[in-house]
């Protein structure tokens, strides 16, 4: 069965240090997805692609984070510097345009120190 | 804002007991409705969709849907411990394709009791 993958599986890091998280969607989904979870409450959007294209980044705070996803496949979020604030699950997800069914992948659990 | 309200919980039940989980949301254009179930420290795993009114069933798992009221509710028959976990609801709307936005609630933490 096709999964979305996802790495690292955890990081912990020092404030004002860089952090990078990759994600691989299912094959042959156009539309990527990257989401913030904090502890008690539910996956929150950061930013949306389809294809190669941000959709949607308005959740996204660009003074520190950056999203990509160049060749329409794998997509990279990269979070400098990193806060104590930061330190949360960083969900990726990918959906075809029909069904619109989303699918995680396994997250990233990222702290802060 | 597109909001979705979920039971704060928690929700304990005793195995093999019906447990039922109820979610509305704001906006009406929604067409799409989600049921995601979480263990701790994991990511979401779909349970259910459901797209028109009324009852779709998989297994042990019901979901209903009724628009008019901008309430959909999961029922679980013969709550097992392994049931035990947070559910998601999640309200898809947008236009279309690729400008559909996924909202989630809060999460309804269900405790199935041996």
């Known amino acids: 069965e096709a999964e979305v993958a996802q790495s690292p599986r955890y990081k912990i890091t020092e404030k004002s240090q860089a952090v990078a998280f990759w994600c691989d969607p299912i094959s042959g989904h156009a539309t990527l997805y990257w989401y913030r979870q904090i502890l008690g409450q539910g996956p929150e959007l950061l930013v949306q692609f389809q294809d190669e294209s941000v959709v949607d980044d308005s959740q996204l705070p660009k003074d520190r984070f950056s999203a990509e996803r160049l060749k329409g496949v794998d997509s990279t979020l990269k979070i400098q510097p990193a806060e104590l604030g930061d330190s949360a699950m960083y969900l990726c997800a990918s959906s075809s345009l029909f069904p619109d069914t989303q699918y995680f992948g396994p997250g990233t659990r990222l702290t802060v120190l | 804002q597109k909001e979705v309200e979920q039971n704060s919980g928690p929700l304990s039940v005793p195995e093999g007991a019906i447990a039922s989980l109820n979610c509305t949301y704001s906006d009406r254009g929604s067409q799409s409705f989600f049921w995601y179930r979480q263990y701790s420290g994991k990511s979401p795993e779909l349970i259910m969709s459901?797209?028109s009114n009324g009852d779709k069933e998989d297994g042990r798992f019901t979901a209903q849907l009724n628009k008019a009221s901008q309430y959909v509710s999961l029922l679980i028959r013969d709550s097992q411990p392994s049931d035990s976990a947070t559910y998601l609801c999640a309200v898809n709307w947008g236009s279309g394709g690729s400008n559909y936005k996924l909202t989630f609630g809060k999460g309804t933490l269900l405790t199935v009791n041996p």
């Open positions: 459901i797209y």
